[in-house]
């Protein structure tokens, strides 16, 4: 008789930000202390499409509010930004909460996530209980309009 071992899942400290069905977009504590969101109160959305490939949500914390900011709320678990109009403006939504790796860019000052690269890791009542990649029924949905 072979015995097969189950190997817990372990916690990602990886950078990760994901989309709330609520509007909210929220960065794990990794992202507040590996990018140092503590010192910022503002960010500026943008939406990257190129021909409706590699579709990314852009990043730019600021100190400062300019004009068309969001504010930054900071919590012990990380920053979210409430980003309902902005998520609803480019069609942005998924039948849960979709968790995405943060890409950053030094050069830049940027954040990003590439929002065909994700995963949905909670879902809505009566869309299924376990976490799943972003099926092309999802991925349809998140496509960006300019």
Not at 21 to 26: A, F, R
Not at 116 to 123: E, L, Q
Request: aromatic share 8%; proline share 2%.
């Amino acid at each position: 008789m072979a015995i097969e071992w189950h190997e817990r899942e372990t916690r990602s400290f990886t950078p990760k930000a994901s989309i709330l069905t609520k509007g909210v977009v929220s960065f794990n504590s990794s992202a507040r202390k590996d990018h140092k969101l503590d010192s910022f109160d503002f960010v500026k959305l943008g939406a990257l499409v190129e021909n409706n490939v590699n579709r990314k949500i852009v990043f730019k914390f600021l100190s400062k509010d300019e004009p068309g900011c969001y504010r930054v709320k900071h919590s012990k678990n990380g920053v979210i930004v409430v980003a309902k109009d902005f998520l609803t403006r480019y069609g942005i939504e998924f039948a849960g909460t979709a968790q995405f790796d943060l890409v950053h860019d030094a050069k830049e000052k940027l954040l990003s996530i590439q929002l065909d690269h994700g995963k949905i890791i909670a879902r809505l009542p009566g869309k299924g209980k376990k976490a799943a990649k972003l099926s092309a029924e999802s991925a349809e949905s998140v496509e960006l309009t300019v």
